[in-house]
């Protein structure tokens, strides 16, 4: 069964560090290209960090460079996202998606990592979701 699944998620205080994951199963991150998206209640969905496992590019959002981190390891199928000095402005579901870089147009101007975190294609797979609460 092909299929993303996101953990890690849950309430936290502001301050210090989380990890979420998301892991892969009936089909290989190889070549695709990873999102973490989060959705704040009564928001529009945000790419807030995208990966590419075919070359190794990053992208974040404005709204989170320097606090977030994007990592994969191959070998566990698995991409994380790491929040560090959580805020309550980040609390929202996030959600992990990926799409197979090599099949994706490209969009004149940026790249395609960038493009896939700027919500510009039709995932091929979505996790669930994870709920992050940051709150004291």
């Known amino acids: 069964q092909v299929q993303l699944v996101e953990s890690g998620g849950g309430l936290v205080q502001p301050g210090g560090s989380l990890r979420l994951s998301c892991a892969a199963s009936?089909?290989?991150?190889?070549?695709?290209?990873i999102g973490w998206f989060r959705q704040a209640p009564g928001q529009e969905r945000e790419g807030v960090s995208c990966f590419s496992n075919r070359d190794g590019r990053t992208y974040y959002a404005d709204s989170v460079k320097g606090r977030l981190t994007i990592s994969s390891d191959n070998a566990k199928n698995t991409v994380f996202l790491e929040i560090n000095n959580r805020k309550p402005e980040d609390t929202a579901v996030y959600s992990c998606a990926a799409s197979n870089a090599r099949a994706l147009v490209p969009v004149r101007g940026i790249t395609p990592v960038q493009a896939v975190c700027q919500d510009l294609y039709d995932m091929d797979y979505w996790g669930k979701g994870t709920l992050v609460t940051v709150s004291s």
């Open positions: 009936g089909f290989s991150l190889d070549n695709y290209i």
